[in-house]
């Protein structure tokens, strides 16, 4: 019966051995709460480390620096504008008793740097206008054709603080009240900045107008480009119509004074044959076998035919 006595006993005394101590990490801190209350400093150093078995409890704490990731809210600029802001920050347990006391653990720190963070957030915003969220600097950029439709005159004006310049204050507010719950914060930046649903519809309306503007325009000025290229393309058209023509006249005047001339001398030579060929061929381009002519005996054609074709009529 002894035997397992030795054994049990063994294990126990083990089981207590190993409830009286407890290791922490480099990255790691602990403090030591006595039924729920916390007792002696804060422990900082690695290694192993003693406490009271089954009386005292560890609570570990991350040393390192920790990351706050906060959720969008909707804030009004002070000039009116509903806008998403969605921040980051840095942050780390300096205090890890102050934290207990405070907010228990790491979860508790995460929650109340999302009210500080956020509220003081929500006061800088509310303290500025839009473009003094959205630019960093006064720096000089060009101003497009787009830009000049939709706001040119908002986007250049200038920013007192900036983007940079408000983190820095919702930053340096934040920090001085985070100690109070051990817990340091060391950065606040912005990670994204949109407007809410309504006013991104309305701003989108209003680039697609501008932009609906700028392509009638464009097209407008494409057709009177247009224009003014038929214009002058039926202008060099109608000139070497006209050149052409002239040429024409010119060529055709010169055939028909050859031709006069040549029947000028044609008919000086013999007037009765140049009578009757043109009259053969008054007739033979006016009568056909179902053309039935009368004629007065006084009708130089009716000479023609008359004659026995020998020689003309006298």
Known sequence: MKGPGIVVGTVAAIAFLLSSV??????EQAILTQFGKPVGGVVKDPGLHLKVPLVQEVHRFDKRWLEYDGD?????????KYIWVDTYAR???????????????????????????????????ASFDLIEVVRSTNRTFQVTED??????AEAMAKVSAGRGGIAKIILEKAAKITPEFGIELV????KRINYVESVQAKVFERMISERKRIAERSRSEGQGRAAEIRGQKER???????????SAQEVK???????????????????????????MEALSGSLDEKTWLILSTNSELFKFLKSDGSAPAR
């Open 22 to 27: 407890y290791t922490l990490s480099e990255t």
């Open 72 to 80: 969008p809210n909707e804030i009004p600029t002070k000039d009116k």
């Open 91 to 125: 942050w780390r347990i300096a205090d890890p008793l102050r934290v207990f006391q405070a907010v228990r653990d790491e979860r508790g720190g995460q929650s109340r740097l999302d009210d500080i963070v956020d509220g003081e957030t929500r006061n800088a915003i």
């Open 147 to 152: 830009l000049e439709g939709i706001g040119a």
């Open 187 to 190: 950065d606040v930046r912005f």
């Open 236 to 246: 060099d058209v109608l000139g070497a119509s006209s050149g052409g023509y002239k």
């Open 253 to 279: 005047g010169i055939a028909d004074a050859k031709a006069t001339a040549i029947y000028a001398r044609a008919y000086g030579r013999d007037a009765d044959l140049y009578k009757f060929l043109k009259s």
